[in-house]
């Protein structure tokens, strides 16, 4: 396997793998990952898609990219998820599935639509019940908070291995705009992995102009599972693909010969029943280790979501893969700590025109018109839950009435109590959670109770492991995507490790399915590189202003001795750059200066 750039890998089809026609593939799980792995492996590497079989624990795939509506609870979604351009491995996916709902490919869908009705905030930040914060999309970095940014920006891989954000960053970074901005958008906690930080910031450093406003953000147009998952299954089920449902893989086993192994059988059990299969050398299997949603629990209006700290069958059948070889990855670095790595969110559905007229008022938009509502998340900064929310295009699902609006409210900290009903989110009902969330709208306080029985409907989800993925870690806690000397096997989704792109991105996931993909069938065609906007002077200028919000670098040492450097530059490619991106002042300014200098010394 091979990475690559540019159109002449892209748009080239490779030849068929050799040997191809006496494979076949098993996948363990069927989220993202492993039906983008099916994908690539029918249309790149000419697999039957009848030698294909899915096996998944739950009935329905798709895994974390939900969207459901369940009966007399209402409508779903445990998260969302936020695209931009460069997910080249996402769009070399979607470029092949027919859309469900134009002529075209979803990747023409979804480029049609977001250039079409662009995604931006009007609002990012409240406070005070619903007053817009006026952060003027802002950063606020102190001096020092740029050098500990600059700091880790510039520091190896190792260097940061096992560190915590807030053992890299001071109290004027972590009181910072930017971290506000950065923590609720991706879920970032203080105790989180500063490698995960860095990678970040190296992977995104193309869209730090657009964070306050969100303008670097692409949607779907309507829930994850509708836009992407159905279309993808209903491909796979027309190449002839096996899913097999209620089928829990609880083990797999291996043979180790030298550097050599192989997976041999695996093990299930389906309607209480165990069975398996056994595996030869053309019999691959791509597993799907760990998981952020394992255990997700429902509440509804009046009843909060329980937190399951019981068995996870996920993170369990990891753990038994785990105990055969030290290269199998570590996953309890991940999931021995559910008080760092839980979180919940909500699904309200409002009904009626009371709710959606807040709204409005804050996202300066008519949520019924079809079109960006809020942009991406609004957060309410004084919030003690650090409460966000988020109104997409509606409708979000396709069976919404047309007085309903779907909104997805998240709180980043699940154990401090709510600013209006003294209790936390872990232990509120989906009523008291709509009623917290109407305080920091801006709703009158004599309207909450009302409102929040007969406006809305609630569905609390509390999920153990939804940040499992940022803890602290280092090399090896996390498995190869065909780990070294395997012949028949793979490692694939947020836990199996590719240096190559940042976790909690579909981008990620559907990247190692390819790797795996391509790896275990010998497909003669380049994995698209990640945007190397990291490498790229242009965006890394334009990120040092921004972060600067705007503000020119001063020079060191007298003003004499600034202007004759900045003199030097003019008329030269490097002066124009840091003229363009605003990092010194405009040249032909300071020529006047620069001869008054001149004169001085």
Same mark, same amino acid.
């Given at each position: 396997m091979y990475y690559s750039s540019g159109n002449y890998e892209a748009f080239a089809r490779p030849r068929k793998p050799e040997g191809v026609d006496t494979k076949t593939a098993w996948f363990v799980g069927a989220g993202l990952t492993s039906m983008a792995s099916a994908v690539f492996m029918i249309r790149d590497g000419q697999l039957p898609g009848d030698r294909i079989t899915i096996l998944e624990r739950l009935e329905l795939p798709g895994g974390a990219l939900d969207g459901i509506k369940k009966p007399k609870k209402g409508f779903v979604i445990r998260g969302g998820r936020e695209m931009e351009d460069h997910m080249e491995c996402l769009w070399d996916l979607f470029r092949t599935i027919p859309s469900l709902e134009v002529d075209g490919s979803v990747l023409d869908e979804f480029s049609w639509l977001n250039k079409d009705d662009p995604n931006y905030s009007l609002t990012r930040v409240t406070h005070r019940q619903g007053i817009d914060a006026e952060t003027n999309n802002e950063f606020g970095l102190s001096e020092k908070a740029q050098k500990e940014m600059v700091r880790v920006f510039l520091a190896s891989r190792e260097e940061m291995e096992n560190k915590r954000i807030d053992e890299v960053f001071g109290?004027?970074?972590?009181?910072?705009?930017?971290?506000?901005?950065?923590?609720?958008?991706?879920?970032?906690?203080?105790?989180?992995?500063?490698?995960?930080?860095?990678?970040?910031?190296?992977?995104?450093?193309?869209?730090?102009?657009?964070?306050?406003?969100?303008?670097?953000?692409?949607?779907?147009?309507?829930?994850?599972?509708?836009?992407?998952?159905?279309?993808?299954?209903?491909?796979?089920?027309?190449?002839?693909?096996?899913?097999?449902?209620?089928?829990?893989?609880?083990?797999?086993?291996?043979r180790f010969d030298g550097?050599?192994?192989? *997976?041999? !059988?695996?093990?299930?059990?389906?309607?209480? %029943?165990? $069975? &398996?299969?056994?595996?030869?050398? =053309?019999?691959?299997? +791509?597993?799907?280790?760990?998981?952020?949603?394992?255990?997700?629990?429902?509440?509804?209006?009046?009843?909060?979501?329980?937190?399951?700290?019981?068995?996870?069958?996920?993170?369990?059948?990891?753990?038994?893969?785990?105990?055969?070889?030290?290269?199998?990855?570590?996953?309890?670095?991940?999931?021995?700590?559910?008080?760092?790595?839980?979180?919940?969110?909500?699904?309200?559905?409002?009904?009626?025109?009371?709710?959606?007229?807040?709204?409005?008022?804050? *996202?300066? !938009?008519?949520?019924?018109?079809?079109?960006? %509502?809020? $942009? &991406?998340?609004?957060?309410?900064? =004084?919030?003690?839950? +650090?409460?966000?929310?988020?109104?997409?295009?509606?409708?979000?699902?396709?069976?919404?009435?047309?007085?309903?609006?779907?909104?997805?409210?998240?709180?980043?900290?699940?154990?401090?109590?709510?600013?209006?009903?003294?209790?936390?989110?872990?232990?509120?009902?989906?009523?008291?959670?709509?009623?917290?969330?109407?305080?920091?709208?801006?709703?009158?306080?004599?309207?909450?109770?009302?409102?929040?029985?007969?406006?809305?409907?609630?569905?609390?989800?509390?999920?153990?492991?939804?940040t499992s993925f940022f803890m602290p870690r280092q090399a090896g806690d996390r498995p190869a995507v065909v780990p070294e000397g395997a012949v028949n096997y793979a490692f694939i989704g947020q836990f199996a490790e590719t240096t190559r792109d940042t976790i909690f991105t579909t981008e990620y996931s559907v990247r190692t399915g390819m790797e795996a993909a391509y790896q275990l069938l010998g497909i003669d065609r380049g994995v698209p590189e990640v945007f190397n906007s990291t490498y790229d002077l242009r965006f890394l200028l334009a990120a040092t202003s921004r972060l600067r919000d705007g503000e020119a670098v001063a020079l060191p040492g007298p003003g004499f001795v600034g202007n004759r450097l900045i003199r030097h530059l003019d008329h030269t490619q490097i002066g124009q750059l840091l003229t363009d991106f605003g990092l010194v002042p405009e040249l032909g300014s300071t020529r006047t200066r620069a001869r008054e200098d001149d004169a001085v010394s």
């Open positions: 109290e004027e970074f972590l009181a910072s705009n930017f971290w506000l901005y950065w923590r609720t958008m991706f879920a970032f906690e203080t105790w989180h992995s500063a490698l995960e930080m860095k990678l970040y910031l190296h992977r995104f450093v193309h869209h730090i102009g657009g964070l306050p406003d969100l303008s670097a953000l692409k949607f779907t147009k309507y829930n994850q599972y509708e836009s992407l998952v159905l279309p993808m299954y209903r491909w796979l089920l027309d190449q002839g693909v096996t899913f097999e449902f209620s089928t829990e893989v609880t083990d797999i086993d291996f550097e050599r192994s192989q *997976a041999t !059988r695996i093990h299930w059990v389906r309607d209480g %029943v165990e $069975g &398996g299969v056994d595996l030869g050398e =053309d019999d691959l299997v +791509l597993t799907t280790i760990g998981s952020l949603t394992e255990n997700s629990v429902d509440g509804d209006h009046h009843h909060p979501a329980r937190l399951d700290e019981g068995p996870a069958p996920a993170w369990d059948l990891w753990r038994r893969i785990a105990a055969k070889s030290p290269a199998f990855g570590r996953p309890d670095v991940f999931a021995s700590d559910i008080p760092k790595t839980k979180w919940e969110s909500a699904t309200v559905t409002t009904i009626g025109p009371e709710i959606p007229a807040y709204i409005e008022k804050i *996202a300066k !938009r008519d949520p019924f018109a079809g079109k960006v %509502v809020t $942009g &991406g998340i609004v957060t309410a900064k =004084d919030s003690s839950w +650090l409460l966000s929310w988020t109104v997409n295009r509606q409708p979000h699902f396709k069976a919404q009435s047309p007085d309903e609006i779907v909104v997805w409210v998240y709180a980043l900290f699940s154990d401090v109590p709510g600013d209006y009903t003294g209790k936390t989110i872990q232990e509120s009902t989906g009523e008291e959670i709509t009623q917290e969330w109407l305080y920091h709208l801006g709703v009158p306080v004599e309207d909450i109770p009302r409102l929040a029985a007969e406006g809305a409907r609630t569905v609390p989800v509390m999920m153990p492991y939804v």
